[in-house]
């Protein structure tokens, strides 16, 4: 038989200490030198995204994100265009390319647009609609471009579970940023889950 193994003292703990530490200050150096700027990845929101624009491109839609401000005073869009009433809910096509349906304002209410805009300089939309619930307010838009054809479709933003709107009626400018719009006759449409607007453009 073989001679039974010496029994092992176990480091002393002070070893165990030194040897954590020559780890960890290295690992949070170069975590923190080399960490990439942004959001963490998100696995099913972003293949989410991803498949939401591939079957976009394949529809042949282009889609924009529009930032959106809510004015304290008065109406800071020119006017002038032939406003419509039209019925609530996205376009069929696009609402069947859509991954994931977005929730829709409960209605639009109302619309300041011009009926012209020059491709160079930017395109002002002030609407008023109504919100799903007072939980929300509205972020921005997001606006899909389909040959002559633009969709409007607000996007929204939780204020926090125990906060809630002063009002259910939101007043919202959008801003459509120069060169975005080429040339041309586009039909708009503002959708909302009851009721949307829309109107003629001519982009010079």
Not at 14 to 38: C, D, H, N, S
Not at 179 to 193: F, I, T
């Amino acid at each position: 038989m073989s001679a039974a193994p010496k029994d092992r003292r176990p480091w002393p703990m002070k070893w165990i200490v030194v040897a954590i530490i020559l780890v960890l200050v290295p690992y949070t150096f170069l975590t923190l030198r080399f960490r990439k700027e942004g959001p963490a990845f998100r696995p099913y929101e972003d293949m989410k995204n991803r498949a939401n624009v591939a079957r976009l491109l394949a529809a042949g839609y282009q889609r924009i994100p529009l930032a959106a401000q809510r004015p304290a005073d008065g109406p800071r869009a020119p006017g002038g265009a032939e406003i419509a009433a039209a019925p609530g809910g996205l376009p069929a096509d696009l609402r069947s390319t859509l991954v994931e349906v977005p929730q829709l304002p409960a209605e639009i209410t109302g619309v300041t647009a011009a009926p012209t805009a020059n491709q160079l300089q930017p395109y002002a939309i002030q609407f008023t609609c109504s919100l799903p619930t007072d939980h929300q307010q509205l972020g921005g838009a997001e606006l899909f471009i389909r040959e002559n054809k633009l969709v409007l479709v607000p996007t929204f933003e939780h204020v926090g579970a125990e906060l809630h709107t002063r009002s259910r009626q939101a007043v919202v400018l959008l801003t459509v940023a120069p060169g975005l719009l080429k040339p041309g006759r586009y039909d708009v449409a503002l959708v909302g889950e009851k009721a949307s607007r829309a109107w003629p453009l001519e982009v010079k």
